[in-house]
């Protein structure tokens, strides 16, 4: 392992996990919030990104990851951070992985696959893409499946109360989703809270299906069967939208968090994250990398 300093908008921590006889380096791009190179949020520590690099790294791929914008060691300020920047971000990163001279595959979880959708557009030389959890829509309608999925997720005594109280939270939802949408400076109070306002109204105005669509590098997707804040189907429907190689599978009793569950709930996700994620995701990304490299 060593650490990087890449210059983007803001200086950005970086660690690079080296391979021996590496054969490509891999970007790892995080979901959405506040989140460390590990793939770690503050009150919950997912390690994603890092058992990823640990894996691919016994399977002959490097990989670099980091620390988002106002995060961990990284300069700026999180609340203010657009997608935009983040995809500004993670092209400097890519700059620095191609200065290896290995293949480079982008690998993004969640909100990370749409910024691996534009990176592909961005950066031709980019050899392919693998979408953990990836979704085929604006964000705008992302944030209204997910409000529909939560809701059946909302225990039934829960339930019962909302409607002796006639709340729907669908309805409440799409309000705070509404006035994001008006709002003009990057943070703004929803609820009492200072939420980045400027990253929803950017996240809600994007589809990726346009640049996956426009993109010519090969797309593995992999969709969890219990995601319940991105559409499984959606892996699909990127494949129906791409003329490139895309190769789509779907993963039964996998959750957002690439965690196995019984059921699909959110409300297990800090038992579950102290679980490694799921034993099939590391293969079939090597053997797809494998394959990609050796044409």
């Not at 992999?222 to 429907?237: N, R, T, V, W």
């Amino acid at each position: 392992m060593s650490a990087v300093t890449i210059s983007a908008g803001v200086p950005l921590a970086a660690e690079r996990v080296v391979a021996h006889d590496a054969r490509a380096m891999a970007v790892l791009i995080p979901g959405s919030g506040p989140i460390d190179r590990d793939g770690d949020a503050a009150k919950l520590p997912l390690g994603i990104q890092r058992q990823l690099a640990d894996g691919l790294c016994e399977r002959g791929v490097s990989s670099i990851r980091w620390d988002k914008r106002g995060v961990g060691e990284s300069g700026g300020d999180f609340l203010s951070t657009g997608l935009h920047d983040l995809v500004d971000d993670a092209l400097a990163v890519v700059d620095e992985a191609m200065s290896t001279g290995l293949p480079v595959v982008v690998i993004g979880h969640s909100e990370g696959t749409a910024i691996a959708a534009r990176l592909l557009v961005e950066r031709p030389a980019i050899a392919g893409a693998v979408l953990l959890s990836p979704y085929a829509r604006t964000g705008l309608e992302v944030l209204r499946w997910q409000a529909r999925s939560l809701v059946a997720d909302v225990p039934a005594f829960v339930r019962g109360l909302l409607r002796l109280m006639r709340t729907d939270l669908e309805s409440q939802t799409e309000k705070n989703r509404q006035r994001l949408l008006a709002t003009t400076r990057d943070v703004e109070r929803i609820g009492g809270v200072r939420v980045n306002a400027r990253w929803f109204r950017e996240f809600m105005a994007y589809d990726p299906r346009a640049d996956l669509g426009a993109a010519t590098q090969p797309v593995l997707a992999l969709a969890a069967g219990h995601d319940l804040q991105s559409p499984p189907d959606d892996a699909e429907a990127i494949a129906a939208h791409r003329t490139a190689p895309t190769r789509v599978v779907r993963l039964d009793g996998l959750s957002h968090i690439m965690r196995s569950q019984e059921a699909p709930t959110l409300r297990t996700y800090r038992q579950d994250a102290r679980r490694p994620i799921d034993e099939r995701i590391v293969p079939l990304i090597s053997a797809w990398i494998e394959q990609l490299v050796s044409r």
